[in-house]
């Protein structure tokens, strides 16, 4: 008599696809896990308020330990500050620890950038008043725009628009504004060439 053996069922796919899920779960929440104990110690470090979240003062010692030990200006804490609070949509004049991933962000592709900034600066800011006024403004974009020379309009546009989006306006484009009106400038560009072409 022949014995018969019970046929064991395979696993099926899903079951492995399921445990490879919950692994890569699991690892995801030790991850966040240690990304807020992270966030939670930076702003116990600078929190010298102990309210949870990160004022001017505070934010400008983070940001200077991030630099190296070089001190931010107040104006280039205001542009983190404000950004941040630009992308969070919550305008409150502090860095919660919902914004501290994004604020440092910020900072770290200011400081990359800072470099052309001080570039073009020099080229354009004549009067080294350390603004871009209307013509200066002007000259810029139209370098920007391929040698021809933009409006007056246009250019009034960009400056009613990225002037005073990080410190009071002051009828000029700060070092902190100008990627933003470098922004706006290539997106009336864009926005241009797209109002116009026929098919």
């Given at each position: 008599?022949?014995?018969?053996h019970?046929?064991?069922?395979?696993?099926?796919?899903?079951?492995?696809?399921?445990?490879?899920?919950?692994?890569?779960?699991?690892?995801?929440?030790?991850?966040?896990?240690?990304?807020?104990?992270?966030?939670?110690?930076?702003?116990r470090?600078?929190?010298?308020?102990?309210?949870?979240?990160l004022?001017?003062?505070?934010?400008?010692?983070?940001?200077?330990?991030?630099?190296?030990?070089e001190?931010?200006?107040?104006?280039?804490?205001?542009?983190?500050?404000?950004?941040?609070?630009?992308?969070?949509?919550?305008?409150?004049?502090?860095?919660?620890?919902?914004?501290?991933?994004?604020?440092?962000?910020?900072?770290?592709?200011y400081?990359?950038?800072?470099?052309?900034?001080?570039?073009?600066f020099?080229k354009?800011?004549?009067?080294?008043?350390?603004?871009?006024?209307?013509?200066?403004?002007?000259?810029?974009?139209?370098?920007?725009?391929?040698?021809?020379?933009?409006?007056?309009?246009e250019?009034?546009?960009?400056?009613?628009?990225?002037?005073?989006?990080?410190?009071?306006?002051?009828?000029?484009i700060?070092?902190?504004?100008?990627?933003?009106?470098?922004?706006?400038w290539?997106?009336?560009?864009?926005?241009s060439?797209?109002?116009?072409?026929?098919?």
């Open positions: 008599m022949a014995v018969r019970a046929r064991r069922n395979r696993p099926s796919a899903t079951v492995g696809e399921n445990r490879m899920e919950a692994i890569r779960r699991h690892e995801q929440f030790w991850e966040e896990l240690e990304k807020q104990n992270k966030i939670t110690k930076i702003i470090k600078y929190d010298l308020s102990k309210d949870g979240k004022n001017k003062e505070e934010l400008g010692n983070m940001l200077q330990d991030l630099a190296g030990g001190k931010p200006t107040e104006e280039e804490v205001v542009y983190v500050l404000k950004t941040a609070d630009l992308i969070d949509k919550k305008i409150d004049d502090h860095i919660g620890p919902e914004e501290l991933e994004t604020a440092i962000d910020i900072w770290h592709r400081l990359n950038s800072k470099p052309e900034i001080a570039r073009i020099d354009y800011d004549k009067n080294q008043s350390g603004q871009l006024e209307f013509d200066e403004l002007k000259a810029l974009l139209q370098e920007l725009n391929d040698g021809k020379e933009p409006e007056d309009n250019v009034q546009e960009v400056l009613k628009h990225a002037d005073g989006i990080t410190q009071a306006k002051s009828g000029g700060t070092r902190t504004e100008l990627k933003h009106a470098i922004a706006l290539y997106s009336h560009v864009e926005g060439k797209k109002c116009c072409v026929i098919s």
